[in-house]
């Protein structure tokens, strides 16, 4: 039993294979999610910094897939497909990433949607399939730096979007 006035807390055992990114956004929590629902708005956003994305095919609903390419700014094409597991609008989307359907090292990703005031926090938590995968991730495809990117691609675009809906 512990003392009095300690504190133990267990890590989670996927600490060592996840990553947690997290941001307030300048925007409600409906906004910020719908950023995330429908292609017309997720295609003006996602991905790092210099990336553009084309989507190929889309279905936002409990085991529908997003098909799509990322363009990066070096002219390298990624294939991508995510599938959407759990919805629960606005709170939190769990989804499945990989590219494409029979990827062994697909990764989950869970989002969650939480108001503060007038604002949004987001977290998206990714959980990869091993500690190596994750740390390959981070090293060599610059993952935690891309998650901020696209969560401040995000911010820039929802916030865009409502300045814009407050002056028309």
Known sequence: MAGAGQETRAEPATADREIVISRVI????????????????????????????????????????WEFVMHGPDGTDYSEWITWTEIVAPERIVLLHGESRDDPNTFESVLTFASEGAATRIVMGTVFPTRELRDEAVEKYHAIEGGQQTLGNLAAYVTETVRKGAQG
Not at 41 to 64: I, N, Y
């Open 26 to 65: 300048d925007a409600p929590r409906e906004l910020v999610f719908e950023a995330f629902t429908e292609v017309r708005h997720l295609s003006r956003w996602w991905g790092p910094e210099g990336f553009t994305t084309t989507t190929r095919s889309f279905e936002f609903r409990e085991g529908g897939v």
